[in-house]
DNA sequence: GATGGGGCTTCCCACCGTTGGAAGGTCAAG
DNA sequence: CTTGACCTTCCAACGGTGGGAAGCCCCATC
């Protein structure tokens, strides 16, 4: 099977395949006499697991730990249940400070006259607003997995 | 003013401000005979502008129209409320994305037993789950600010 | 057998915002 | 004069994804 088909199959393009079979998130295909990337049904299998995890917002570095798990037959659910809930937990940050930011703003745009006016008090909070929040980046980053 | 005292007087890192300036978004700098770029309290004062729109989440590109609007003295607050307003929506769009991961995460972890058995119905749902929504992407970016 | 078209290969570049570092010039205090 | 803190420019990296060029491969059609 072809990367195009794989891709297709999966649901993955393919430039992301090739990109994590570069980082190390998959191991490199087998390649065909004509150096063609070969994919099996089980690879199309991991490429929908990628997929599915990507979806719901999973790191990279992150679907790599549950790629892990997933293979090994001897897993602790309770492994994979850690992982999932350390995810939930940084979503609902990114969630909560979202929401901030949506709050502050709201309040503003009501406060706001909307007219032909120039006074705004959107303008004038961006002027006068103390030192703000400067929201704790995440970093945590993956340089090059495995291999 | 030096550029370390514009960064800390205004919030913005020196990286930035030379960044900021850099893809146009603030005029370049004063320098002085040094070559050192030269800071006035008004510079200082739309760094702040500046930083403060950032931490509310708004693109550079964004800011740049905020800016502009800024310094407009015949502006019309409807036009500053409409870009605020578009950005909350954009804001609201990403909070229910992730909203939709954690909810559905959720109900997979408590699902989940979390003990010392292999059995995960987390692992299980991302070998199967079919195709999935693939969130729509924002794009829109900036290339080069104005000039 | 030749030609064409589509898929594959590798490679580099872009996005966005931010940080880091290297190599060198400047400034102020000791 | 030396030291150290600051400034300058340039280059690279991070996450993940897409775009494209140059060249090879495979298959079908003439």
Redesign the pocket.
């Known amino acids: 099977m ?6 297709k199959a999966s649901g ?9 079979e570069q ?1 190390g998130l998959i191991p490199p ?1 087998d ?7 070969d994919y099996s049904d089980a690879d199309v299998h991991m490429l929908r697991f990628i997929r599915r995890a ?1 979806d719901l917002g ?6 790599n730990a549950l790629l892990g798990l997933w293979r090994d037959r001897s897993r602790q659910s309770a492994d994979v249940k850690r992982v999932a809930a350390a995810h939930i937990e940084e979503l609902r940050e990114k969630i909560a400070s979202l929401q901030q930011m949506v709050d502050t703003l709201q309040d503003l745009v009501d406060c706001c006259a909307g007219d032909n006016r120039p006074d705004c008090p959107i303008l004038a909070n961006f002027e006068e607003a103390q030192d703000g929040p400067q929201a704790a ?1 995440p970093s945590a ?4 997995l495995s291999r």
Chains 1, 2 share one sequence.
């Open positions: 072809n990367i195009g088909q794989a891709a993955v393009s393919a430039k992301m395949i090739r990109y994590y980082i295909a390649r065909k006499d004509s150096g063609y990337r990507r999973f790191a990279v570095a992150e679907i980046h980053g993956l340089k090059r």
